[in-house]
Structure formats: structure tokens, C-alpha cells
């Protein structure tokens, strides 16, 4: 079963919606749910995954996934990467899911063995500027 927290969450960008590929993944490299980093610690693996996903050639732009209840915020990367992939990267940078866009479909998925799109929203709808 999915973590309702990942089912809750919103975004900030300052991509505009033509910014956007027709497909896209959403990862972070902040703590995984349930962990605790000092936020030197976040910033760095961040800074290793922008890197990655730099060398890659698949870096679209920052955005920031935020709790609107909480106001907890992470931020994160848009990267033209099919969720197999980010998956993948994600489990490099020890991460527990990470969000996958199709059109406007939100999707989030475990990167581990229960690897699976679960629809969240429309993802334009949770989407705002700073």
C-alpha cells in the first residue's frame, strides 16, 4: 500500500507548464520518509544527484515537492527520464519512491521490488509557483 504522505504531496516550480516534457520524472535525493539528515547532508546528495542528472543530458529544471498540511518541502528535479529509470536512480541516491508525469497524470511509485504507478492527480493541479 502506498504512504499517504507521497499521495498528498504538492509542487512548486518555476518552469512554466510549456517547460514541461510530454513525459517526466520528479526525484529528490533529500531523506528517504523516515530518515533523518542534517540538511548539509540533503543539500549535498542533491547536489550529486543534479550532477548525475546533468551528465545525463535529462535535466528539465528544480522543483520543490511540499507537504501543504506540514509545509515540509524537499527539493527535487524534473528529469526526462522514463520511472524505470528514476527508479533506479533513485535507488542510488537511497530514495523511497519517486513521482512519474504522463501528459498531466500524476503518478508515484516505490523504487524497490513494489515498483508500480499509482495514480495520484492531475499534476498541473498541484502544481504552483513560488
Known amino acids: 500500500m502506498m504512504n499517504k504522505i507521497y499521495l498528498k504531496t504538492h509542487?512548486?516550480?518555476?518552469?512554466?507548464?510549456?517547460?514541461?516534457?510530454?513525459?517526466f520524472s520528479i526525484i529528490t535525493a533529500y531523506a528517504t520518509t523516515g530518515e533523518t539528515w542534517t540538511e548539509q547532508e540533503n543539500i549535498n546528495a542533491n547536489a550529486k544527484l543534479k550532477t548525475e542528472l546533468t551528465?545525463?543530458?535529462?535535466?528539465?529544471g528544480?522543483?520543490?515537492?511540499f507537504d501543504p498540511d506540514t509545509g515540509h518541502s524537499e527539493a527535487g528535479f524534473v528529469a526526462k527520464l522514463?520511472?524505470?529509470?528514476?527508479?533506479?536512480?533513485?535507488?542510488?541516491?537511497?530514495?523511497d519512491a519517486i513521482y512519474f508525469v504522463?501528459?498531466?497524470?500524476?503518478f508515484v511509485t516505490y523504487c524497490d521490488e513494489h515498483q508500480e504507478l499509482v495514480y495520484v492527480s492531475n499534476f498541473?493541479?498541484?502544481l504552483s509557483n513560488p
Open 11 to 23: 509542487f512548486r516550480s518555476e518552469l512554466k507548464k510549456s517547460d514541461f516534457p510530454e513525459s
Open 55 to 60: 551528465d545525463l543530458g535529462v535535466l528539465v
Open 62 to 65: 528544480a522543483i520543490d515537492g
Open 82 to 95: 522514463d520511472w524505470q529509470r528514476a527508479c533506479d536512480i533513485g535507488l542510488e541516491f537511497k530514495q
Open 102 to 106: 504522463s501528459g498531466e497524470d500524476l
Open 124 to 126: 498541473f493541479d498541484r
